[in-house]
């Protein structure tokens, strides 16, 4: 099981930016995935969720509007588009897969992490 | 939105110690609460789901229990490589929010 993740940069505030996690050695279009989020120096945040088939979807309050998860299943890909990007969105972005079966659940793979700097 | 509360926020035992990490959730959860492991600079790890199922390739000094809205991850013998900071986290609603994290150092 693999998640590479690409992507991340440094943008200015209101800007936008679009990640990816490219997925394999197991059956992507099965498995529910998530992204995460580390600020500098702090705990883990959950940022959005999506099905395996994409029916489904839950975004964190504080990207509720601003950012949009989805995924091409045949590509393997899961995606974060995050639009009107502000300093607080600075952070490590992770993307999780969630146990075959369930679309809420813990995360058994994570990416390798996404550096995300919003700053002029 | 479910809360989790993590204590202490910080903890320095020595080799050999039996330590324990306590999380509490805001509301109900039955056991949908996950432990990972971080260290510095790193993924996190799961060590835990289901409260109390280890993960595979974890090692079983690490133990968890609880259910409803207390819960604890114990390691029974603490050693050097388990520096770093844990985090529990609630899966039972969305948002899957974590705790605020604990920070685990050796003496």
């Known amino acids: 099981v693999q998640l590479v993740q690409s992507g991340g940069g440094v943008v200015q505030p209101g800007r936008s930016l679009r990640l990816s996690c490219a997925a394999s050695g197991f059956n992507f279009y099965t498995y529910a995935m998530h992204w995460v989020r580390q600020a500098p120096g702090k705990g883990l945040e959950w940022v959005a969720l999506m099905s395996y088939d994409g029916s489904s979807k839950a975004y964190a309050d504080s990207v509720k509007g601003r950012f949009t998860i989805s995924r091409d299943n045949s590509e393997k890909t899961l995606y974060l588009q995050m639009n009107s990007l502000r300093a607080e969105d600075t952070a490590v972005y992770f993307c999780?897969?969630?146990?075959?079966?369930?679309?809420?659940?813990?995360?058994?793979?994570w990416g390798q992490g996404s550096q995300v700097t919003v700053s002029s | 939105d479910i809360q989790m509360t993590q204590s202490p926020s910080s903890l320095s035992a020595s080799v050999g110690d039996r330590v324990t990490f306590t999380c509490r959730a805001s509301q109900g959860i039955t056991t949908h609460l996950a432990w990972y492991q971080q260290k510095s600079g790193k993924v996190p790890k799961l060590l835990i789901y289901?409260?109390?199922t280890l993960q595979s390739g974890v090692p079983s000094r690490f133990t968890g229990s609880g259910s409803g809205t207390d819960f604890t991850l114990t390691i029974t013998s603490l050693q050097p490589e388990d520096v770093g900071t844990y985090y529990c986290?609630?899966?039972?609603?969305?948002?899957?929010?974590f705790g605020q994290g604990t920070r685990l150092e050796i003496k």
């Open positions: 986290q609630n899966y039972h609603s969305a948002p899957q929010t």
């Open positions: 289901g409260a109390s």
């Open positions: 999780a897969r969630v146990p075959v079966g369930f679309t809420s659940g813990w995360h058994d793979y």
